[in-house]
């Protein structure tokens, strides 16, 4: 039996004539050398969230957040949806109290333009922004959202530890396996707000990882 088939890769495809591994059962085999996510690496549209210097963090709240995010990830490209993996926020600074829960939200005013806050760093999971282009991601804090008038928050991670030892791993607020079920079209944000005890003084700044891709938005 031959079978004609065509390899692509995102971006550019080719239609060089290759050997593809059957099994004995008459399917194709599945990958067995490719790690999870290797041709979104490889095409460079992979990206990630982090600090590049000292980063002010924001202090949790304690009652639940109507139109006030601490943080707004806003896609400020005019074609690419933000297809999101992971999402989290850390500490800072000071002593958390114990347990505490990151909820998001999709936003889609008021517009966030300019640069991003202070220390926050945007880059590429394959290779720095110098070397290959970056996001149209914006990262601003302390935002008011209008739109929606009430927007939906929904609880994407949870720490309920005791363990409060500032730069603990308590510390951590996140959800390491979204796999894209949340998505940021272009000219919305994701807004994201701590709820978590006072403590003494602890402040949050936000992490995450997504993938940038041309897609059908309905």
Not at 77 to 85: K, L, P, R, S
Not at 125 to 131: D, E, H, I, L, Q
Request: aromatic share 8%; with cysteine.
């Amino acid at each position: 039996m031959n079978l004609l088939g065509k390899i692509r890769r995102i971006a550019r495809s080719f239609g060089d004539e290759r050997t593809l591994r059957m099994t004995n059962f008459e399917s194709l085999a599945s990958a067995q050398v490719e790690p999870s996510g290797f041709e979104l690496n490889r095409a460079g549209l992979r990206y990630m969230l982090g600090n590049s210097a000292a980063i002010t963090g924001i202090a949790p709240v304690q009652a639940l957040p109507t139109t006030a995010a601490q943080w707004v990830l806003w896609n400020a490209d005019g074609t690419y949806t933000y297809y999101f993996e992971e999402l989290g926020v850390y500490l800072t600074s000071g002593t958390p109290g114990v347990g505490g829960m990151l909820l998001a939200c999709i936003l889609q005013a008021p517009a966030q333009t300019g640069n991003s806050v202070a220390g926050a760093s945007v880059s590429r999971t394959s290779r720095p922004v110098a070397s290959g282009g970056g996001s149209a991601m914006i990262v601003k804090s302390s935002v008011t959202i209008t739109t929606p008038a009430a927007p939906t928050w929904y609880p994407i991670a949870s720490n309920p530890s005791p363990n409060v030892t500032a730069f603990a791993s308590s510390t951590f607020l996140e959800h390491r396996n979204i796999q894209g079920r949340i998505s940021v079209p272009p000219g919305y944000g994701l807004g994201l707000a701590v709820v978590a005890p006072a403590g003494t003084t602890p402040l949050f700044a936000p992490f995450g990882k997504w993938c940038e891709l041309d897609s059908d938005n309905e």
